[in-house]
């Protein structure tokens, strides 16, 4: 009988399979509201429903297909099984190579990076306030074979790798994201194989801003307080580490695999 992780990897492997491209990420870098302006753009260029869901197999694809609206995928790899396997199994899994690598070879990706610390700093959060997947201190997470600075140095050596390597790519930046439009348009562009119609962006943004997805997520799930640490939907900042306890900062300051890490991020241009 096949376990959680078993079931978990084949429909990704379903999912991914069909996808035209393939944006990889590491958690809390920015993925849903990249899902949600696309899938707006792509609601008015394609004329499909308006949705964030842009390859699930839940969805009618075959009607996106027939409009030839490309389909894309999203994935955190390895750490797209943390919320949907039981902890027991999530705990086995080694940040040694990505588990979807053979069939991102074939594939448009997408690079979507941020400051590792920033996204593992956000990551925690969630996992201790929202999904419950983790219970310690921060000082825990750090040292965490999954969550920890180790593993988190090597995803993000591990996607650095498969970008040097991969000939059909885009990279893009949560930082950038949040202040340009160029990335924004570089990503319409590699997804679309077309020119990018600036009313239909503003339009996406507009709509799918941090405030609309917000306010959208208290009512679904009935919370009144904007500041709810059972929000999904949260204000992405910067610099976090250097809100941390000094100890923490000099812990992060002296792993050196780490700070290799953020070289690769700040080459992918």
């Known amino acids: 009988m096949a376990n959680d992780y078993q079931l978990r990897e084949s ?12 944006c990889i990420s590491y958690p809390k870098c920015g993925r849903t509201w990249i899902r949600h302006v696309l899938g707006h753009y792509m609601h008015l260029q394609y004329g499909v429903e308006n949705t964030h869901r842009l390859n699930s197999l839940k969805e009618n694809i075959k009607a996106r297909q027939e409009a030839q609206c490309p389909l894309v995928s999203f994935t955190h790899d390895n750490h797209s099984f943390a919320s949907e396997i039981s902890h027991k199994e999530f705990d086995k899994l080694q940040i040694k190579k990505f588990i979807f690598e053979d069939i991102y070879k074939s594939k448009k990706l997408i690079f979507l990076m941020r400051d590792p610390i920033d996204a593992s700093v956000s990551y925690y959060k969630m996992c201790k306030n929202m999904t ?3 219970e310690g201190s921060f000082e825990d997470w750090l040292s965490h074979p999954i969550f920890g600075l180790d ?3 090597q995803w993000y050596q591990i996607a650095y790798s498969i970008w040097q390597e991969h000939q059909n790519s885009c990279v893009l930046h949560y930082e950038n994201l949040k202040q340009e439009r160029y990335e924004w348009r570089d990503l319409i ?5 077309e020119n990018v119609n600036n009313d239909w962006l503003d339009e996406s943004l507009q709509a799918r801003d941090f405030a609309s997805l917000k306010q959208k997520e208290m009512k679904a799930k009935n919370i ?3 500041d709810s640490d059972k929000l999904f939907v949260r204000q992405g900042g910067r610099d976090y580490q250097f809100e941390l306890p000094e100890h923490i900062q000099k812990i992060i300051r002296d792993h050196k695999q780490l700070d290799k890490a953020r070289q690769c991020v700040e080459s992918m241009v």
Do not use: C, G, H, K
């Open 132 to 134: 419950n997947v983790f």
């Open 224 to 226: 009144t307080d904007p």
């Open 151 to 153: 593993a988190l140095a």
């Open 189 to 193: 562009r590699f997804v679309t194989d």
């Open 11 to 22: 429909i990704l492997r379903q999912e991914y399979n069909q996808a035209d491209s393939i």
